[in-house]
T-cell receptor, first 113, second 107 residues
Framework: EPEVTQTPSHQVTQMGQEVILHCVPISNHLYFYWYRQILGQKVEFLVSFYNNEISEKSEIFDDQFSVERPDGSNFTLKIRSTKLEDSAMYFC???????????FGNGTRLTVT | RKEVEQDPGPFNVPEGATVAFNCTYSNSASQSFFWYRQDCRKEPKLLMSVYSSGNEDGRFTAQLNRASQYISLLIRDSKLSDSATYLCVVNDDKIIFGKGTRLHILP
């Protein structure tokens, strides 16, 4: 069964550094998403992406965040100048259309020290 | 009012029992509905979509009541492997997760 893959599985970075989280969505999916989950808390929407542009973003997705689809397969989340409170599990997801279910990757655990 | 609200839990239930989860949503224009399960420190995994007519998949039954803006999930004959957090998910332009209800099945 096709799956969403995320790398790395765990990223440790110092406060103020930039990180890029990588995702390869399912190949025939057109809608891409990033979510995050702080330990013990709910899954929070960050951003959705379709047709090479952001279609929706949350209040969390401020100017320190950006997304990119640099080629036909990768979908990246960049966090500039990381803060301690950015420590969380970041999940990438994709779907075939806007009302179909999301398929999630295994997540990247980001630890900011 | 919160966008997607679930029973706070946790539910501690003996093996073999029936468990019911409830979820309410605030946006009447929401288009699609799902139940996901999430194991500790893992990604959410789709359990089932929820259709207007209600749907069943083995021991799992999902119901949608659009008039009351309410979704439910029933698990019959619960197994130890059903222990997880169950997430109600609603699509109203963006896909919103409830906080989840943790289920512990007791041997």
């Amino acid at each position: 069964e096709p799956e969403v893959t995320q790398t790395p599985s765990h990223q440790v970075t110092q406060m103020g550094q930039e990180v890029i989280l990588h995702c390869v969505p399912i190949s025939n999916h057109l809608y891409f998403y990033w979510y995050r989950q702080i330990l013990g808390q709910k899954v929070e929407f960050l951003v959705s992406f379709y047709n090479n542009e952001i279609s929706e973003k949350s209040e969390i997705f401020d100017d320190q965040f950006s997304v990119e689809r640099p080629d036909g397969s990768n979908f990246t989340l960049k966090i500039r100048s990381t803060k301690l409170e950015d420590s969380a599990m970041y999940f990438c997801a994709s779907s075939e259309n806007p009302i179909s279910p999301l398929h999630f990757g295994n997540g990247t655990r980001l630890t900011v020290t | 009012r919160k966008e997607v609200e679930q029973d706070p839990g946790p539910f501690n239930v003996p093996e073999g029992a029936t468990v019911a989860f409830n979820c309410t949503y605030s946006n009447s224009a929401s288009q699609s509905f799902f139940w996901y399960r999430q194991d500790c420190r893992k990604e959410p995994k789709l359990l089932m979509s929820v259709y207007s007519s209600g749907n069943e998949d083995g021991r799992f039954t999902a119901q949608l009541n659009r008039a009351s803006q309410y979704i439910s999930l029933l698990i019959r004959d619960s197994k130890l492997s059903d222990s997880a957090t169950y997430l109600c998910v609603v699509n109203d332009d963006k896909i919103i997760f409830g906080k989840g209800t943790r289920l512990h099945i007791l041997p």
